[in-house]
């Protein structure tokens, strides 16, 4: 699909409750789904969104009041626009759905099933994706076809297209073949009235086996007659073809001037290689066109292989450039030698040879093995010297996950290219299979190494220093976890939070990190510096009812004061969770921690939160600043954030800031603290000079 990690889904969402359009949003985002979500309070306010930019997707509640989801349907019509309709529903009801589906809406997602949910917007999204896909492909095509049907005019070639064995289509050459002065003649006439009566039964059959779908022959040869009846040898060609989208045949049909068996030959040296004999570019091509279309329309297998010689310069200025064909000649005659009948060769290229043969991936891998193997031990005889030469061979699985001809040759001119960058004489094979089975084991040895680093204590800290803008000297550090995978490699929690989060391994996780940083406050404290560290934590924790019971535990162990401990919530989580972080935020605090609120001001309505919410500090979302100094929407956002900080006795901080323009507009507009690599990387040490 189009849509990757790196588009964002333009999202309307239309719900009365404020809260119920952040969950779904949050549910996107932990999900990797970057989002643009927006939600217009009124009829108006959503026929201006659809009027003033393009949108994916539209979540509507069943129940909403404010805009109701028939107005939406109605609005969306209105504009004309390809705009999915997903209905959200607290329980599916029978009657409510048959009404919604009849009214054009493409889908239900179930709001207590995040999940479901969240399968129907991918769903939606990239069904949306495929028809766009389409729409410009058609354009595409209407122009290729436009140019096309120039060419065929225009060629000395006989050309006509016949559907159910009716002429719809013949260029001039194709009528003055024939005697015909214009197509108004030939339009609706049986091609069977184009060949001679002795012939006739045999073509009819021809004919009946071509629209069961049958392989048309290479070439088919027959007595033909013209318009007058004046009966001439002529050879014709078939291809599946369609036109006006109607399918049909293109049929070429030439004068056979030559001896038959004279014909055959040059048919046969068309289609060859001088060089090696096996089939040439063109004609391989087309062989794989065939191939990769039964993959994607009858789930046939198929593997491509593309073999070079390694070092194949060296060898020529062994050999010497005169023997250059002799060179591929002996190539040929080895690889021909390997094949099975069923198999097809070909010059592909200067010096590279290709072959395609039916069978799974394990078929395939097998002819790889063999092909390398019979070059590695075997000399080839190259006119009357020999050598030894081992191949690089880079081969495809060819299925219904990857049917399209240039993805094909892309991957196996890589896995040919991989093969010679490390010496040669070895194979590779993409098999998309391969990769699902792939991602499977990465994501299992993802749990292992995450189960052992809190089994072992392989987690480590590494700390940022947060700095005051407003004069304040005391040390504040923002800790961040990471995962030391051995060899001195440090991985960051982005790497692995989704998997843990999928494996229940977060709370774990969490409860290491409070633990660590409590234990490094009591460490600096016992060597007379006070450090406050920021701690995050994430959606796990506030589910656990135990863990402000194993901090008032630590603290007291360490003698640490707990307002050296600051824990961090992220604001889509508190705003989908708000009752279980309310009852977090009063039980740490009860333990003398404080509360933060990170990714701050980047909901649906986040200074609403605040009178739900009350944390001692806010951190503004990264995204406010990136490009600060250029972006006027991002610094007026950051005043209004630190103003009703302020306001509210909140402390601000500022995070990823880059440059010292930055610095001075967060001063301006009042942020308390800062923090970001242009101040200072975050590191294993905490060594920065606060004074």
């Given at each position: 699909?189009?849509?990757?990690?790196?588009?964002?889904?333009?999202?309307?969402?239309?719900?009365?409750?404020?809260?119920?359009?952040?969950?779904?949003?949050?549910?996107?985002?932990?999900?990797?789904?970057?989002?643009?979500?927006s939600r217009p309070e009124s009829v108006d306010a959503l026929g201006a969104q659809l009027a003033a930019q393009p949108m994916d997707l539209a979540l509507v509640a069943q129940d909403a009041a404010s805009v109701p989801l028939q107005d939406v349907i109605d609005c969306i019509k209105a504009s004309g626009k390809d705009l999915p309709v997903v209905v959200v529903v607290d329980q599916v009801d029978d009657a409510a759905l048959t009404r919604a589906l009849a009214n054009g809406v493409r889908g239900i997602a179930l709001r207590h099933q995040p999940q479901q949910l969240l399968g129907v917007v991918r769903t939606e999204w990239s069904d949306l994706e495929a028809r766009r896909a389409l729409r410009r492909l058609e354009a595409q095509v209407r122009e290729t076809e436009r140019r096309c049907d120039a060419l065929i005019e225009?060629?000395?070639?006989?050309?006509?297209?016949?559907?159910?064995?009716?002429?719809?289509?013949?260029?001039?050459?194709?009528?003055?073949?024939?005697?015909?002065?214009?197509?108004?003649?030939?339009?609706?006439?049986?091609?069977?009235?184009?060949?001679?009566?002795?012939?006739?039964?045999?073509?009819?059959?021809?004919?009946?086996?071509?629209?069961?779908?049958?392989?048309?022959?290479?070439r088919y040869e027959l007595e033909a007659r013209d318009g007058e009846g004046n009966p001439f040898p002529a050879v014709m060609e078939f291809t599946p073809a369609s036109y006006e989208g109607e399918p049909c045949l293109q049929v070429i049909f030439r004068r056979q001037e030559l001896d038959p068996e004279l014909a055959k030959e040059v048919e046969e040296l068309r289609q060859r290689d001088q060089v090696t004999g096996l089939l040439n570019r063109p004609t391989f091509l087309h062989t794989l066109e065939d191939a990769v279309a039964d993959a994607a329309q009858r789930q046939g297998q198929y593997g491509l292989l593309l073999v070079e010689p390694d070092h194949y310069q060296r060898l020529l200025q062994e050999i010497g450039l005169d023997s250059a064909d002799a060179l591929l000649r002996g190539l040929a005659e080895r690889l021909q030698g390997v094949l099975g009948a069923d198999a097809t060769a070909a010059r592909f290229g200067?010096?590279?040879?290709?072959?395609?043969?039916?069978?799974?991936?394990?078929?395939?891998?097998?002819?790889?093995?063999?092909?390398?193997?019979?070059?590695?031990?075997?000399?080839?005889?190259?006119?009357?010297?020999?050598?030894?030469?081992?191949?690089?061979?880079?081969?495809?699985?060819?299925?219904?996950?990857?049917?399209?001809?240039?993805?094909?040759?892309?991957?196996?001119?890589?896995?040919?290219?991989?093969?010679?960058?490390?010496?040669?004489?070895?194979?590779?094979?993409f098999d998309p299979g391969a990769v699902d089975r792939a991602e499977q084991e990465r994501i299992d040895a993802w749990v292992t190494h995450l189960r052992d680093a809190l089994d072992n204590d392989r987690f480590l800290l590494h700390y940022q220093p947060v700095i005051s803008l407003q004069?304040?000297?005391?040390?504040?550090?923002?800790?961040?976890?990471?995962?030391?995978?051995?060899?001195g490699e440090m991985v960051p929690p982005l790497s692995f939070q989704q998997i843990a989060e999928e494996h229940g391994l977060l709370w774990e996780i969490d409860r290491w990190v409070v633990g660590r940083a409590i234990k490094v406050i009591g460490e600096q404290q016992q060597a007379g510096k006070d450090v406050t560290l920021l701690v995050k934590i994430t959606q796990a924790s506030?589910?656990?009812?135990?863990?402000?019971?194993f901090v008032g535990e630590r603290l007291a162990a360490t003698g640490v004061a707990g307002e050296r401990l600051i824990l961090q919530l992220p604001e889509a989580k508190v705003f989908t969770h708000l009752r279980a972080a309310?009852?977090?935020?009063?039980?740490?605090?009860?333990?003398?921690?404080?509360?933060?609120?990170?990714?701050?001001?980047?909901?649906?309505?986040?200074?609403?939160?605040?009178?739900?919410?009350?944390?001692?500090?806010?951190?503004?979302?990264?995204?406010?600043?990136?490009?600060?100094?250029?972006?006027?929407?991002?610094?007026?956002?950051?005043?209004?954030?630190?103003?009703?900080?302020?306001?509210?006795?909140?402390?601000?901080?500022?995070?990823?800031?880059?440059?010292?323009s930055s610095m001075a507009i967060l001063f301006s507009a009042g942020i308390d603290f800062v923090e970001g690599n242009f101040l200072a990387p975050a590191g294993p040490e905490m060594s920065y000079d606060f004074e």
């Amino acid at each position: 699909m189009a849509n990757g990690p790196d588009q964002a889904l333009r999202l309307i969402i239309v719900d009365d409750s404020v809260e119920a359009a952040e969950a779904i949003v949050s549910t996107l985002r932990n999900a990797g789904v970057a989002v643009r979500p927006s939600r217009p309070e009124s009829v108006d306010a959503l026929g201006a969104q659809l009027a003033a930019q393009p949108m994916d997707l539209a979540l509507v509640a069943q129940d909403a009041a404010s805009v109701p989801l028939q107005d939406v349907i109605d609005c969306i019509k209105a504009s004309g626009k390809d705009l999915p309709v997903v209905v959200v529903v607290d329980q599916v009801d029978d009657a409510a759905l048959t009404r919604a589906l009849a009214n054009g809406v493409r889908g239900i997602a179930l709001r207590h099933q995040p999940q479901q949910l969240l399968g129907v917007v991918r769903t939606e999204w990239s069904d949306l994706e495929a028809r766009r896909a389409l729409r410009r492909l058609e354009a595409q095509v209407r122009e290729t076809e436009r140019r096309c049907d120039a060419l065929i005019e225009s060629s000395r070639d006989p050309i006509a297209y016949i559907h159910e064995g009716m002429h719809i289509r013949a260029n001039a050459a194709y009528m003055e073949m024939f005697g015909f002065e214009s197509f108004d003649d030939l339009e609706g006439m049986s091609l069977l009235d184009m060949v001679a009566p002795k012939h006739v039964d045999g073509f009819r059959n021809l004919l009946k086996g071509l629209s069961k779908g049958e392989a048309p022959p290479p070439r088919y040869e027959l007595e033909a007659r013209d318009g007058e009846g004046n009966p001439f040898p002529a050879v014709m060609e078939f291809t599946p073809a369609s036109y006006e989208g109607e399918p049909c045949l293109q049929v070429i049909f030439r004068r056979q001037e030559l001896d038959p068996e004279l014909a055959k030959e040059v048919e046969e040296l068309r289609q060859r290689d001088q060089v090696t004999g096996l089939l040439n570019r063109p004609t391989f091509l087309h062989t794989l066109e065939d191939a990769v279309a039964d993959a994607a329309q009858r789930q046939g297998q198929y593997g491509l292989l593309l073999v070079e010689p390694d070092h194949y310069q060296r060898l020529l200025q062994e050999i010497g450039l005169d023997s250059a064909d002799a060179l591929l000649r002996g190539l040929a005659e080895r690889l021909q030698g390997v094949l099975g009948a069923d198999a097809t060769a070909a010059r592909f290229g200067e010096h590279t040879l290709a072959a395609l043969a039916r069978g799974d991936h394990v078929a395939t891998e097998a002819l790889a093995e063999k092909i390398r193997e019979a070059f590695a031990s075997h000399v080839v005889e190259i006119g009357e010297r020999s050598a030894a030469i081992t191949v690089s061979i880079g081969g495809v699985q060819i299925g219904e996950k990857i049917a399209s001809v240039s993805q094909v040759l892309n991957k196996a001119i890589e896995g040919v290219q991989a093969s010679a960058n490390v010496g040669g004489n070895r194979f590779g094979i993409f098999d998309p299979g391969a990769v699902d089975r792939a991602e499977q084991e990465r994501i299992d040895a993802w749990v292992t190494h995450l189960r052992d680093a809190l089994d072992n204590d392989r987690f480590l800290l590494h700390y940022q220093p947060v700095i005051s803008l407003q004069g304040e000297t005391r040390a504040m550090y923002e800790a961040y976890i990471r995962l030391d995978v051995g060899a001195g490699e440090m991985v960051p929690p982005l790497s692995f939070q989704q998997i843990a989060e999928e494996h229940g391994l977060l709370w774990e996780i969490d409860r290491w990190v409070v633990g660590r940083a409590i234990k490094v406050i009591g460490e600096q404290q016992q060597a007379g510096k006070d450090v406050t560290l920021l701690v995050k934590i994430t959606q796990a924790s506030l589910a656990d009812d135990t863990l402000a019971k194993f901090v008032g535990e630590r603290l007291a162990a360490t003698g640490v004061a707990g307002e050296r401990l600051i824990l961090q919530l992220p604001e889509a989580k508190v705003f989908t969770h708000l009752r279980a972080a309310q009852e977090f935020a009063a039980a740490i605090t009860a333990c003398g921690c404080l509360v933060g609120l990170e990714q701050f001001g980047v909901g649906l309505d986040s200074f609403q939160l605040l009178s739900h919410f009350d944390p001692a500090y806010l951190k503004l979302d990264r995204s406010f600043t990136e490009d600060l100094p250029k972006n006027q929407a991002s610094q007026q956002r950051v005043a209004e954030i630190a103003e009703k900080a302020r306001s509210l006795g909140i402390r601000s901080i500022a995070e990823f800031v880059q440059d010292a323009s930055s610095m001075a507009i967060l001063f301006s507009a009042g942020i308390d603290f800062v923090e970001g690599n242009f101040l200072a990387p975050a590191g294993p040490e905490m060594s920065y000079d606060f004074e």
